[in-house]
């Protein structure tokens, strides 16, 4: 069995002491594996990748039961920072790239948290830039006027900066024509693949996450309701009609009888 780099335990969250956001969820991450997150919007996918990256009390939420592991280690008193230099990464949903500096700059800024020699710097952006080359193409303009592709591609691109040992993206598909989503998918998937570097996939195109991941997650009111390999996540027939548009080409938003019909919450 392959080594777990990241491990959720029955774990809780409450938001300003009243607000239930995560019931009793369970999630693992395989070392060098990707792995999708499932669900609707506020389902609680985000507050799930916080809960791992340690920004829960930015927004006055906290993990009230359970666990967060990260490569054997319980990381819950760790602060945010602190999990960047262990090597856990998360590109917020938004792409939220530092808009008045350039995609140079950009990458330079993330390389601080590392507190790497020039050299190293130079060998982590030309690192970037070898899977990104569009980026290297629009390295010195303002970040601010790149296309969203573009920004979601620096925003993953400063995040490989930090050497992570795990990458976590949240909606990475957000906003982005399909041929940008699958181009970036490919990238991503490149990058597991030749770099070992573990996924969590925090994603609403459920048929986009799973092309790309080994397994998956559907996370439904804060709670895991389903887990099993890609392959048969896309086979079950909950899951076609759902997530993925059923036989007719149908959005789950627009089916009656959404919740009444999904047989994991009888």
């Not at 990241?6 to 594996?33: F, M, T």
């Not at 808009?99 to 700059?105: K, M, Q």
């Not at 998918?185 to 799973?210: C, H, K, M, T, Y």
């Amino acid at each position: 069995m392959s080594a777990t780099v990241l491990s959720l335990n029955n774990i809780e969250v409450i938001y300003d002491r009243v607000a239930l956001a995560i019931k009793g969820a369970s999630l693992e991450v395989p070392q060098g594996g990707m792995v999708a997150l499932l669900g609707a919007n506020g389902a609680g996918k985000s507050t799930l990748l916080k809960a791992v990256s340690g920004l829960l009390k930015a927004e006055r939420g906290e993990i009230t039961r359970g666990e967060v592991q990260f490569l054997g280690e319980n990381i819950d008193a760790l602060p945010p920072q602190t999990r960047v230099q262990r090597g856990i990464v998360q590109v917020l949903e938004g792409r939220r790239v530092f808009e008045h500096l350039t995609p140079d700059e950009n990458l330079l800024a993330a390389s601080a948290v590392r507190g790497t020699s020039a050299a190293e710097v130079q060998r982590d952006r030309d690192r970037v830039y070898g899977y990104f080359p569009r980026l290297h193409q629009r390295r010195s303009a303002q970040a601010g006027y790149l296309s969203g592709g573009e920004q979601q591609m620096l925003a993953i691109g400063r995040a490989l900066m930090t050497r992570p040992k795990l990458l976590m993206l949240d909606e990475p598909s957000l906003g982005l024509a399909p041929f940008l989503v699958a181009e970036i998918f490919d990238i991503v998937r490149r990058i597991n693949r030749e770099e070992g570097l573990s996924v969590l996939l925090v994603e609403q195109n459920a048929i986009a996450a799973l092309e790309v991941v080994s397994h998956g997650y559907l996370i439904e009111g804060g709670r895991i309701v389903m887990h099993d390999s890609a392959e048969a996540m896309k086979r079950n027939p909950d899951i076609q009609e759902f997530y993925l548009g059923g036989r007719e080409g149908r959005d789950f938003n627009e089916i009656k009888h959404y919740r009444r019909r999904k047989r994991w919450l009888s």
